[in-house]
């Protein structure tokens, strides 16, 4: 069945690194964009990043532009957060989602259909 | 940046009864807006796509109507399992950006 599942989370100590990975199934995860949304603990969704079916095109939050990094494998259908100089505020459970779609040169977001169960991402000394 | 506001921020109900959630945009985001439900402890789900299409095995209780900055999210009659929260989403430009939620809760 179409399926995402992320792994990856755990804690980590202020200023310090962590790579989410997200296993894609079920469906042709290669025409696809993708997404990473976080939510902090008893808050609100938050979009992190979005990354064109190719990886040519990638956006990011203000809040995490230079310090996160989305990337995927097509060939392994997985999709990545790199997150480095983590803070505080970046403590959330990370979900993937599907997303967006290119004709063309042209790249257009959509709505997420397709979610992960999240991993939980603390950032604590 | 555009901010949805959602309101209200929680609704107290019972099952049966009919409701509707509103969702303002701070700029057009003409039709690009979808609403998740999101439940205790899980991902949320999509429910409504493009203000008014619903996603795939969405029953027909679930509707959804506006465009440019006013969109609402009607619920014809309560189901026990539709005790949640639910978000409005924009994806007409980046960054996207959520609403901050409507919880429905069982009076």
């Known amino acids: 069945q179409v399926q995402l599942v992320e792994s990856g989370g755990g804690v980590v100590q202020p200023g310090g690194s962590l790579r989410l990975p997200c296993a894609a199934s079920?469906?042709?995860?290669?025409?696809?964009?993708m997404n990473w949304v976080r939510q902090a603990p008893g808050k609100g969704l938050e979009w992190v990043a979005f990354?064109?079916?190719?990886?040519?095109?990638?956006y990011y939050a203000d809040s995490v532009k230079g310090r996160f990094t989305i990337s995927r494998d097509n060939s392994k259908n997985t999709l990545y957060l790199q997150m480095n100089s983590l803070r505080a505020e970046d403590t959330a459970v990370y979900y993937c989602?599907?997303?967006?779609?290119?004709?063309?040169?042209?790249?257009?977001?959509?709505?997420?259909?397709?979610w992960g169960q999240g991993t939980m991402v603390t950032v604590s000394s | 940046e555009i901010v949805l506001t959602q309101s209200p921020g929680t609704l107290s109900l019972s099952p049966g009864e009919r409701t509707t959630l509103s969702c303002r945009a701070s700029?057009?985001?003409?039709?690009?807006l979808a609403w998740y439900q999101q439940k205790p402890g899980q991902a949320p789900r999509l429910l409504i796509f493009?203000?008014?299409s619903r996603a795939t095995d969405i029953p027909d209780r679930f509707s959804g109507s506006g465009s440019g900055t006013d969109f609402t999210l009607t619920i014809s009659r309560l189901e026990p399992e539709d005790f949640a929260v639910y978000y409005c989403?924009?994806?007409?430009?980046?960054?996207?950006?959520f609403g901050g939620g409507t919880k429905v809760e069982i009076k």
């Open positions: 989602a599907k997303g967006g779609y290119c004709s063309g040169v042209t790249c257009y977001f959509t709505a997420f259909d397709i």
């Open positions: 079920g469906f042709t995860f290669s025409t696809y964009g």
């Open positions: 990354i064109r079916y190719d990886g040519s095109n990638k």
């Open positions: 700029q057009s985001v003409s039709s690009s």
């Open positions: 493009g203000a008014s």
């Open positions: 989403q924009q994806y007409g430009s980046s960054p996207l950006t």
